[in-house]
């Protein structure tokens, strides 16, 4: 996890980001426990509200649950909700509007996919 946070998003939605990212990424699997908001709060050296208002939406999406008196874990399936939503997002916040910009500028469909082969060809160098 990052100690640093941007200022162009709250705080609470890049905690909660930083645990998707987590789980995404295998660091933390299905059936593990999470770090725990207090845990969170030393680390980060942030408010506890703040915290709570992003793990908390992780448990009312059912990415996170609690056990009473033990702690917070990831729930079963939960990668792939993350998954799904972010594909979701993905192709709302960059593929609509790179088709708008692409048929602006007559950008044809092969055309679109060569770029998107150029710059992964450049990121896996």
Request: no cysteine.
């Amino acid at each position: 996890m990052r100690k640093t946070f941007n200022q162009d998003k709250p705080i609470y939605l890049q905690v909660r980001e930083q645990i998707e990212d987590q789980i995404l990424k295998h660091q933390l699997k299905e059936g593990e426990q999470a770090p725990s908001t207090n845990q969170l709060v030393n680390f980060y050296k942030i408010n506890h509200v703040t915290v709570s208002k992003g793990v908390n939406q992780l448990v009312d999406e059912g990415i996170l649950y609690k056990k009473r008196g033990i702690g917070m874990f990831v729930a079963e399936g939960a990668r792939e909700m993350l998954i799904q939503k972010r594909k979701e997002s993905f192709m709302e916040d960059y593929v609509v509007k790179l088709v708008h910009e692409a048929n602006k500028l007559e950008i044809t469909e092969n055309e679109i996919i060569q770029f998107i082969k150029n710059v992964k060809e450049r990121e896996a160098e």
